[in-house]
């Protein structure tokens, strides 16, 4: 299996484990979505709590140029360690949610 499609399995893993801990009811959904095509994944809660309308991506992850991209994580989870103990090399992973200038700082790519 080549890097990509591992890293894809690697990325929808880890949020489908994620995604069974949240609580879907009527009113709010938990939405896995896999763009396996443009390798955009997303962990989403969409729906209604009373008059509020809740529209929140939870956790995002985009696969660009062979590396793991964490976009968002609205989580006390650490998953860019989680990709790491997944076998996940820690220079294959870039916060894309730090500001460029700080990833140098950080244990992971740059980008």
């Known amino acids: 299996?080549?890097?990509v499609a591992q890293y894809q399995e690697?990325?929808?893993?880890?949020?489908?484990?994620?995604a069974e801990d949240d609580?879907?009811?009527e009113e709010v959904e938990v939405q896995l979505?896999?763009?396996t095509y443009r390798d955009h994944y997303q962990w989403m809660n969409v729906g209604w709590q009373q008059f509020h309308r809740i529209y929140r991506c939870i956790v995002h992850f985009d696969i660009k140029d062979g590396k793991i991209w964490l976009q968002q994580n609205l989580?006390?989870?650490?998953p860019a360690e989680d990709l790491v103990?997944?076998?996940?090399?820690?220079e294959d992973i870039v916060l894309?949610?730090?500001?460029?200038?700080?990833?140098?700082?950080?244990?992971?790519g740059v980008a």
Do not use: A, H, W
């Open 1 to 3: 299996m080549d890097k």
């Open 10 to 18: 690697y990325v929808q893993t880890l949020l489908n484990q994620y």
């Open 23 to 25: 609580i879907s009811n």
């Open 33 to 35: 979505i896999f763009d």
């Open 75 to 78: 989580t006390d989870l650490n």
């Open 85 to 90: 103990e997944m076998g996940v090399p820690p």
């Open 96 to 108: 894309g949610l730090q500001p460029p200038y700080k990833r140098q700082y950080t244990d992971y």
